[in-house]
């Protein structure tokens, strides 16, 4: 065996899991001479194929940025890897009419490698996953998911490719997060396994069959913890700490949308034209860790050099694709930050995307998703004399598809959480985008969509009811009931109609904008407790309707509130 870093590594990677090493030791690459690598990566596409109203051209723009990357490492004598690192679905509206079969399409054209199984893919039936997995022209990977009590993988655990002739292995990873968000139905003949141990797994039988030149974590388990979980699910910084030092030469992340951007850690939409010019990933433990925002905002470019077994990288930026900030100046004049070079749509590709854009808008404006037998109204119907609370069907209805997602004992959302009525009859998905207030709310556009994801925290009694008193004046609840006081302190506080044990733990949903303490509310974002599901409340709502329609707007009939001084909520 060659005793180079790369081979000692996965020597210990097998010592470390007790399996004998054998592999088949030939070299690939020839000696003494450089090869260039440039690796490209996307994550957290969430159904961006269209136009976004205030960020370019969706993925035409991207595919013009990617071809132009590629003729330029191919001019310069390289070879260019495409990876993504999952959760194609859910966020679009036109995408998710569709399944995610014009975003699939798309990929297929640009030339992408592999992709890896998000969270997002189990948003529909498995039946829905294989068909898209079908429409793809590259594989859908992961190592750690498998079929329920068998050791049968639902998936490809890796793909090996050649890229100037240096064998490359990608190994994908999903995030065991995956059986608490998704219908049980989607997900209850499925396991997902820690990721450390079927990363070992797959590193153990590649050696077998050729020691990767370079290898590869394509992975969906989130950034540095910031997905919090009471699960404890790995992240990739945890990932690359369990693992022997250098196992995988880089992880490509997903899940947490995060613009991983060192010597500082930033959100995307605090990156900057200033701050983009001087990106690194994070490297932990023998590895680059990368991860490009969401929505197809960048494309992550890592270039490598590759030497006697070595790799090392020589460049490595996140290119912004047609951003554009709106912000309004001190005496309220409108300023467009331009965060980048604008890029043109590829017209080839518009080409293939502009009949789904044009079906997906069809269905959204005219298929039904449900029928409600009353109006669900977004201001104060007077249907009572003595109804006082601002508090609407529509308001409950919304709360209850929000508890049923998240498994949680109450919701608590406040007034600015709707926009407009939706009128007796047939429901559609237009109806419901335009029932929900977005910020800002431009046709589908869910531009600011992160705020209006559905959201939740484990809390103790003692807790929760701090946090009821602090807000209880500016939110809607259900399944929470109080006195109030005349000093303004709340008794007799109830959780679905049992007094609140102080000792006892609670699961609160709400959304991402009421977490983050804006408009008066406490902010819990930071709570070692609390998760993001990263589902839009869209998508919830519309889940929910079509699930228990017919619905009868009575069952959502808000109660009614009859004493000021000791009032029901």
């Known amino acids: 065996m060659l005793l180079n870093k790369k081979n000692l590594r996965r020597y210990y990677a097998a010592i470390f899991i007790g399996f004998n090493l054998l592999p088949n030791t030939g070299m690939s690459y020839e000696k003494d001479k450089t090869y260039n690598i440039t690796i490209l990566h996307t994550n957290d596409h969430h159904g961006a194929f269209w136009e976004d109203y205030n960020e370019g051209t969706g993925i035409s723009a991207r595919m013009t940025l990617i071809e132009s990357i590629r003729k330029e490492v191919l001019n310069n004598g390289g070879e260019v890897l495409l990876l993504d690192a999952g959760d194609i679905n859910t966020g679009d509206a036109r995408s998710e009419v569709l399944f995610a079969e014009p975003d699939i399409k798309g990929m297929n054209l640009i030339g992408y490698d592999a992709m890896v199984i998000g969270d997002h893919e189990f948003d529909n039936p498995l039946p829905i996953l294989k068909q898209q997995a079908s429409w793809a022209k590259f594989p859908f990977i992961s190592a750690n998911i498998y079929e329920k009590n068998t050791d049968n993988r639902l998936f490809k655990p890796f793909t090996l490719l050649k890229k100037s002739d240096l064998n490359i292995a990608v190994i994908g990873l999903s995030t065991e997060n995956i059986t608490r968000f998704n219908h049980i139905e989607h997900i209850d003949n499925i396991d ?104 197809g905002k960048y494309v992550g470019r890592a270039d490598f050099e590759y030497l006697n077994g070595e790799i090392k990288l020589v460049h490595y930026e996140l290119i912004p694709v047609n951003i554009r900030y709106q912000y309004r100046g001190p005496t309220d004049e409108v300023y467009i930050e331009n965060i980048g070079a604008q890029i043109s749509p590829s017209k080839t590709m518009l080409e293939l995307l502009k009949p789904y854009n044009e079906i997906a808008n069809n269905k959204i404006v005219n298929d039904r998703v449900g029928f409600v037998d009353k109006r669900l109204s977004t201001t104060v119907v007077n249907y009572d004399e003595n109804y006082e609370s601002k508090k609407t069907r529509l308001y409950e209805l919304l709360m209850a598809a929000i508890i049923e997602k998240t498994a949680a004992d109450l919701a608590i959302i406040g007034p600015e959480s709707t926009s407009e009525s939706i009128p007796s009859g047939k429901i559609t998905y237009l109806q419901i985008l335009k029932s929900l207030r977005y910020y800002p709310f431009i046709e589908y556009d869910l531009s600011n969509k992160d705020a209006n994801k559905v959201v939740f925290i484990d809390l103790k009694g003692y807790e929760l009811k701090k946090y009821i008193q602090k807000m209880y004046n500016k939110s809607f609840q259900t399944n929470v009931t109080f006195d109030i006081n005349n000093d303004s302190s709340l008794s007799n506080i109830k959780i679905k109609n049992i007094p609140l044990d102080e000792n006892k733990t609670y699961r609160l949903a709400t959304l991402k904008l009421y977490s983050l303490g804006l408009f008066g509310y406490p902010r819990i974002y930071d709570h070692e407790n609390f998760m993001e599901t990263q589902f839009l409340s869209s998508f919830v709502f519309n889940e929910y309707i079509k699930k228990h329609t017919p619905i009868k707007a009575d069952d959502y009939r808000p109660s009614i509130n009859t004493n000021l001084n000791n009032k029901k909520s």
Request: glycine letters at 6%.
């Open 192 to 295: 997902v396994r820690p990721p450390e141990k079927e990363t070992l797994k797959v590193i153990n039988q590649l050696e077998q069959l050729q020691i990767p030149d370079i290898t590869i974590g394509l992975s969906h388990l989130g950034y540095d913890q910031s997905v919090k979980s009471t699960s404890k699910a790995s992240d990739d910084v945890s990932l690359a700490n369990k693992l022997p030092k250098g196992t995988f030469d880089l992880i490509i992340g997903g899940h947490s949308h995060h613009t991983i951007c060192i010597p500082s850690i930033y959100q995307y939409r605090k990156i900057n034209k200033n701050t983009l010019a001087n990106c690194l990933p994070h490297y932990q433990n023998g590895t680059w860790i990368m991860q490009a925002g969401d929505s």
